[in-house]
């Protein structure tokens, strides 16, 4: 099949995942018993009150009025209530947050700087360190080298991210006074600053990936190693450089790309659990006080949101992956 | 070169050979030790607090001073306590680290149960069936496995109303978003089984499809099933920790180490041993069971491995 | 062909190696003091049944065995010893002089790099500053050489979009790039259809006249060898059993294995006389009706198909059916083999498949023992199974890892029969003694026996009913010749006793012809040509069938000669039943 077919069947099935994801995400958190208008009406709730919250965030349509708003606020905006008090919420709209008297989808804009430059850099570290030493573990099979990488690795998939990020605050913060022990800083205002302030969390957060990374590529590369056409390389005569580099790693490295794209998810739950832990104020933050002060528009909005960016993220790899190999696409 | 893979991959794979291979694993055998341990401890945890006379859920402000730190070594380490007191409460720090293990195993293996019943269930009848059934929810194992499912968690201890137990609640939500992983390895599983002749044998001499799920495929899956059961306790441990560091798992006053560390985040420069037991605790169970999830696959794989650590 | 007293290219004396550590017959050497001389312009091959260290061998020239191998005694080439060469220099010489053919040409290549990134490769490890378009034109006149016609799109692309023969052709390409002095060859054809084998055949005999190259050849294949090798060494559990010319070995073999293998090898009649031309009747005859099946046989019909059209669904975007099965009819008698024969992807497997009621059928019906498939109820199916038995090709996959061989042989009748557990027993063992299996082999699990036996269970397994149709689909091809004989005398001895019908489905012309009486010949769904063995297999009316013939090496040297000239003359006339 031709790259552009390829292609339109990734998007159609992808845009049937996003409409899938907004229904059920949509059913649950509106169908749940607990009332979203009475979370925002305010105590005391009178009757009234409740009845004008509920016309005003439009809980007293019927469910199929109030799932299609909620689907064309995301595509072409929306206004909440009427008149005067009338509230407008621009596309992409999430939501619209009653407690804070803001869009989501500003809330998110606002902290997305955060939880991206810990996640971005974190990925970076994990691939390079976790296919790096996987792929020198996996050329130095039994070896001092294996035995070190390998070691370390099993500790650190078995160790939370929040144990190892505490664990280094206390060391190189707290003890050797390196490096700050929380807070963001964006990278417009310091750039060296905004590096200091991240270098702990990437670490953390690339911990434990890195070690699941260096586990899977080197298995990975011990099976491709004993493929027909690693012999067949060999038997040409090739440098031994180049049999590890271009046959057994450019193979080896395929499944790993299908694990990255599904780890994005991961990615964006440990970016959460590193911002408590370093009191950053990213999306991870905003998600656990709205969790707390049950503002709902928020929590469904954001998670709505994340569904949306890993699909499409997920979708990006995909792509990727029919690059990477060939044989992709012949199976579609 | 025929007669170099002297490594069958056809090799036998019955339990018992299985066991004695993971008896010659020295770590292996650790790992179990260990995670026996905590089961006893988990099983016996008012007796084994009994002997100092404690419990996870009495105050003790007289081990503590103005600011709320415990008194004296280690964060009041004594005959009495320890592994100390808690900061604020002076609750006994060993009791809660024993207690909590009964919380992180209970959820942890409750969840894998669910999700390895739920799994198994769906990956062995999508990957014999095929065909309509199977593509809709392959596809719905995709989208979840590469869901933000930490985000969505603790979205919903948000929404799911407080009357709805919290332990269960939580059981079931990392149940949930446990099962598509071990779905997808027992579908993949299942789909090279059909093609495999012994199958065909079974359905050409007549036996229908239930007779070879329960006598054909389940037999040679079973060995996987246990191994990924293994391997995902850990992690289900893990995430019932990530959300009670977050503030959003087992309520308090039930103790559990995730929480007792997230607590631990502001002491961590006044009193480090409040981080350092639970800590020690969590790492320890989810290392062994992982040591013991890696010799389970090599004795089970024995051309994997070799040296793995 | 050049004469024996040629110039040695490379020679092997007294090569042993062992693998120590690790299995549990560590340190028996896998090769045992062997030695064996290629020489300018010869076919040496290397024959011997799996397990007999040939291929080991061959690797051990190239230093490519793994690195626990322990090594002892001379390679050279020319007068250069190999063994403990320096890396650097092995490096030069494998794909410069030594070039190599692997089996699987499917998994041989890097299934992610194009075929001309792999190739040019090769051609850029051996001669450094190569221009890009002094390389791609090296590249085509290469795959020119080797009988590729389209060059240029084979260049571009990759290995899963070409088929196994062209793959083939291309690792020759790959192999003779470095323009080699020996050519070492790894059952280059035993992944291969007879027909293309043949081609394949060609070009290495072309290679070897035209450029003097020496080929070491590794093969299983008694047929192989006739048509291919001007020496042969046979080997044995590591050790040379003997080495001969080739038109001595078959001949006169002086030791008793090399006889023993050579009478395992199952035979073709002659080439019948019936040339082109004679011919040209019976296809429109057969044109204006429908293969309709030999009845010589009397007595009732245990399976009958009519028009039978299977249809795979391949899915995915665009839906297209591929049709594996087309308008097929067949009838075989009771008490009577019929042997199905075509080449890989002709749809046999399928028809089998279908009979079982294992595939559903698009179009025509099948009647089992009176029973048709299409409109029996549920329970009607299930005692229509009751009466077939299955035999698959791969004994590995044919039993449950999980079953004793009691359980395996046990399933049919807790299934049908109403025995109990005692009774089930009994039959099984019955069954063991059947196969001429010792009865405490039902303990056991299948891991614990031989490819050989294996079969015999599943053979057990398949007449545990007593059926009115045994199904054997490649029973034997993945066993050694000496095993395929015994397992092909034991079909024949319960045919005969129990008296079931069988369809035989094959690749393999000789072994068709050693056990059937009745032949229908397949090609892509079709049935081309079908009657009584002796008919067809000698004087074949069709033309695909023909060509198959010819193609089907035997093992006689001289016979093989003369089938090359039928098969070289055929592939160049043209072609009427659908051969492209």
New interface residues.
Partial sequence: ?RTA?FVA?RIA?MLV?LL??AAITYA??YL???NPAQLSCGKPCTPENLARVERFMGYDLPWYQQFWDFLRGIVAGRTYGSGAGAVTCATPCFGYSFQLNTTVTDLIVSRFPVTASIAVGAAAVWLVVGVGSGVASALT??SAI??GI??IA??G????S??VG??A??FFS?TLHLLPSGGYVAFGDDPLQWLGHLALPWFTLAFISGAVYARLTR?QM?EVMG???I?????????ER?VVV??GL??AL?PVVTIF??????L???A??TE??FSMQGLGAL??D???T?D?QV??G??LF??F???LA?FAVDLVYGL????VK?R? | MTAIGSARSDAPTGLRRVAGRLRADRWATTGLVVIGLFVLAAVFAGPLTAISGQNPYTYHLDRLDDSGSPLGFGGGISPTHWFGVEPLTGRDLFAIVVFGSRTSLLVSVSATVLAVVVGVLVGITTGFFGGWYDRTLSRVIDVLFGFPSLVFMISLTAIVPTSFPKPLLIILVIGFFGWPSIARVVRGQTLSLRERNFVVASNAMGGGPWHIIAHQVLPNVSATIIVFATISIPSMIGVEAALSFLGVGVPPPTPSWGRTIGDAVTWVQTDPSYLVFPGAALFLVTLAFNVVGDGLRDALDPRRGVVSR | MSDRSAPVVLSVDGVSISFPGGAPEAGRPVVDRVSFELRRGRVLALVGESGSGKSVTAMSTLGLLPRNARVTGSIRLGNEELIGADPARLREIRGGRIGTIFQEPMSAFNPVLSIGAQIGEALRAHSKGLGRASVHAALVDLLASVGIDDARRVLRAFPHELSGGQLQRAMIAMAISGDPAVLIADEPTTALDVTVQAGILDLIRQLRDRSGLAVLLITHDMGVVADLADDVVVMRAGAVVERADVGTLFSRPTEEYTAALLAAVPRLDSLGTAGPGSDRVVIEDRAAEPPALATAASGHAAVTLTNVDVVYDRRGWRRTGTKAVDGVSLEIQAGRILGLVGESGSGKSTVGRAIAGLVPLAAGSIDVAGIDLGAASARALRTARARIGYVFQDPASSLNPRFTIEQSIGEPLRLHSSLDRAGQRTRVADLLDAVQLPADTAGRYQHELSGGQRQRVAIARAIALGPALLIADEPTSALDVSVQALVLDLLRELQGRLGFACLFISHDLAVVHELVDEVAVMHRGRIVESGAAALVLRSPADDYTRRLLAAAPVADPVDQRARREAWRALSLAPITSGVS
């Fill in positions: 099949m077919g069947y099935g995942v899938a994801i649950i958190f749940l018993p607990t099979r039994g294996d035995r390998m070691t099993i500790a998939v078995s160790a939370p929040y144990l505490l664990l605050i206390l707290f298995g011990l493929e027909d056409y012999r067949t390389a060999r038997a040409k005569g090739l440098t180049r271009r046959h450019r193979n395929i794209g599904l780890d994005l998810g991961g964006l739950g440990g959460v659990i408590k832990v998600l656990i709205a969790v707390h049950l709902l929590v469904v954001f998670t994340a569904a960016l890993i699909v997920n990477v190999d060939p044989r012949a579609v």
